[in-house]
């Protein structure tokens, strides 16, 4: 009889990277929306008080996009892992490529395209709504409160609501790893310190320059290198 494998609280901090594969750009790579964008102008709530329209054509297309794309086997594997473990993913990514996958818990720290909120209290649980990915949020539209409608993103230079809770998901994985992401924006990329020490940590990346310390690096694509981490994880 197989012996049954302990039910683990699994936790995994995902970027961009895992989302390359299905077809969606990343932000730091060398053709990535960083280098082609100006961040701070389409990205950052000043961006979007000076140029509405530009961060609102920018946020437009992304929605557009999501529709023509898959998860792909890393999204697809992570959400089987549930079959075994309690598993908990925590992203950075604003695509629904997890839950289209059937991940089940899902935080997202930065926002969702599927989303809009209102330009005054863009936090508030009232006003965020789901909206159809094909319409564009157009100048005039209006938030429940009168304001002008926005995307439900977390923008640059504003708070990150769902960190308190991330954190506290964190310090209670049993096993903790992180895919695709270059770890190079705060607070997000603080969570790896939130691990406890004696757990098994894992970076599934191909090209991560600054390997957390204590983590052990699976250098590939997280299609590949999820499968990999699915082995071990099998094997602790
Ligand atoms: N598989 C796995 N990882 C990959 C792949 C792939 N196929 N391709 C690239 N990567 C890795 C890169 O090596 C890099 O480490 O994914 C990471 C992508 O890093 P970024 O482009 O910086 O994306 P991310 O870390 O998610 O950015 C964080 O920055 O602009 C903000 O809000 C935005 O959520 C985003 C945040």
Redesign the pocket.
């Known amino acids: 009889m197989q012996t049954p494998t302990l039910r683990q609280n699994i936790v995994v901090l995902t ?4 989302s ?2 299905s077809g969606l750009d ?4 060398k053709d ?1 929306l ?1 280098q082609k964008h100006d ?1 701070m102008r389409l ?1 950052s709530i000043e961006g979007f008080e000076q140029e509405p329209q530009a961060v609102l054509d920018f946020y437009n297309a992304r929605r557009k996009q999501l529709l023509e794309v898959e998860p792909n086997a ?1 999204h697809k594997l992570l959400a089987e892992l549930e079959r075994w473990h309690d598993v908990t993913i925590i992203t ?3 695509d629904n490529l997890h839950e289209r996958a059937g991940s089940t818990r899902v935080i997202h720290l ?1 926002g969702e395209l599927t989303k809009v909120t209102s330009s005054r209290k863009p936090n508030d649980p009232h006003c965020v709504k789901e909206y159809p990915l094909d319409v564009p949020i157009r100048l005039g539209d209006k938030a429940d409160d009168g304001s002008q409608l926005r995307p439900y993103i977390v923008w640059f230079g504003e708070y990150v609501p769902a960190m308190e809770v991330a954190e506290d998901y964190v310090r209670q994985a049993d096993i903790f790893a992180v ?7 705060y607070p ?1 990329a603080g969570l790896t310190r939130y691990a406890h020490g004696s757990i098994p940590k894992y970076v ?5 320059a600054v390997i957390p310390t204590g983590f052990t690096h699976i250098k590939n ?3 590949r ?1 999820v499968a990999q981490l699915v082995e071990v994880i099998k094997n602790l």
């Open positions: 970027g961009a990277g895992i390359a594969e990343t932000f730091r790579d990535g960083w961040a990205s890393a950075q990514n604003i930065h895919i695709g992401t270059s770890l190079s924006v997000a599934v990346d191909p090209n991560l694509t997280a299609t290198g």
